[in-house]
C-alpha cells in the first residue's frame, strides 16, 4: 500500500501551507486539501490496524516520543528528559530521523559531526550526552537492527518523533500534547497542525500535556483531561520547560551567564525555531527589553542573517546579549558565520522538563517508564532476581 504509506510524507508539503486559526475564507480553501489528507492518513492507519501493512516488534525495549501535530511540543526536551531518568541504569541509544541532515542512510552520530552530518536534534541530544549512542536513519527498522547489530549489549532503544512511524510496534508510546496547542482543538492538515486525527491518540501509553505554565491550576487540570479523553488504559501526565542558566556557545571557558542578571540586558533572541512564543515571553519577564529575529523551524542561518544580527547587536545601546535556543546553537557552530568580536555575546539558553505532579504522581510516572524497561522479555532475565519485587 505504498500511496497510504506516503501518508506522513505529505505532511511535510502541507506544513507550508498550514495556519494555526482558519477563518471562513481559509476553510473553504484548504477543506477539500484536508479532507484529502484525512482519506491518505486513514487508509494508512487502516492498513496498519488490520495488519495489511505490518509493524514489526522487537525483543528489546523501545519507547517512542512523538507527537500528532507538527513542531513545537518539545519532543527533544522530553527525549532528554527520559534519556536522563534511564542512562545511569541502563545501556540506552537514541534513534532519530535526523530531519534536514544532507547525509543518507544509517549514522552513529559523533560530538564533532556538523548539522549537515546529523540533524540538529539528535547532534544535540549527542553532544549533551556525549557517552550515549546516538544514531539516525531515514528507515527506523534499519536504524533499530543496525544498533543491535553494533551495540548488543543495548539495553533500551528511544525513538525520537516516531508516533507516525507505524513500521514499528513500540512497547511504551509517549505522546505529547501542546498545552497552548492542544490537539482537541487543532484541524488536520492544511487547515491546522495535525498529522493525524485526534483519535490517533488511543496509541499512546502515557500523554503528556507538555509547556504547560508553572502553576497549573486544579481546575485546569480536570478540563484539559477531560479534553484529551483518556482511555483507561492510558496515563496522562503535565510537564512545564524550566530555563536555566545561560551558556556560551562558542567559547566554552567563558562561565555560565545567571538568569537574574538579564534585568540590566537588552536581548537579541535569535531563534529557528516551530514555536518562539515561550522562549519570548520568558525573557521579556526577565530582561530590560527583547528584539526578536524570527525564523523558520530549522532554519539553516546565512552569513546575510548573521550580518543582520551582529548589526542589530551594534546599534543596541547599553548592556546587550544575543540570546539563541540549544538547537540553533547547534547549527550556528556548524556554520560559524559570526565574526571573532561577537562570538563572546552569543549564548544559548538551555531549558529542562519538569512534571508538575505530586511525589505519588511521580512515582507513578517513573514505575511506567522502568517497569516496562526491566520487565521486557529479553531484558527481565538480567533483572528478575534484583527486581523481584
Known sequence: MLIADKGVFLCSILTCVMIDKPNLLSFLLLWPASIL????????????????????????????????????TGKTPHTEFILNMLKGEFQVAILSR???????????????????????EPLQIKQKFPDVVVAVSESRTNGVEKL???????NLI????AF?????????????NNYHHPIATDYLLP???LREPRSASYRAHIVIYSKCPAELKPIERRILSKEVDIMPYQYLFFST???????????????????SKLKDYNIIALTGIARSGNLTSFLESKSASVMHLKYPDHYNFTSKDILKTQKLFSETSGNKIIVVTEKDAVRLKSDNFFDDEFKKDVYCIPIEVELLCSDEEKKQFDNQIFSYVRNNKRYS?????????
Open 37 to 72: 489528507f484525512r482519506t491518505i492518513v486513514s487508509i494508512r492507519n487502516f492498513c496498519y490496524e488490520n495488519k495489511i501493512l505490518k509493524s514489526k516488534e522487537y525483543d528489546l525495549p523501545i519507547i517512542s516520543i512523538g507527537n500528532i501535530s507538527v513542531g513545537g
Open 98 to 120: 535526523g530531519y534536514k541532515r544532507k547525509t543518507k542512510g544509517f549514522r552513529i552520530i559523533e560530538t564533532t559531526d556538523t548539522h549537515y552530518q546529523a540533524g540538529d
Open 148 to 154: 543491535r547489530e553494533l551495540y548488543p549489549d543495548l
Open 158 to 161: 528511544i525513538l525520537d518523533d
Open 164 to 176: 507516525q512511524h507505524r513500521k514499528i510496534n513500540p512497547g511504551l508510546s509517549i505522546l505529547l
Open 191 to 193: 487547515l491546522g497542525r
Open 241 to 259: 520547560l524550566k530555563y536555566m542558566n545561560l551558556k556560551p556557545v562558542f567559547d566554552k571557558n567563558l562561565p555560565e551567564f545567571e538568569l
Open 381 to 389: 532475565k538480567l533483572y528478575k532476581n534484583a527486581y523481584s519485587g
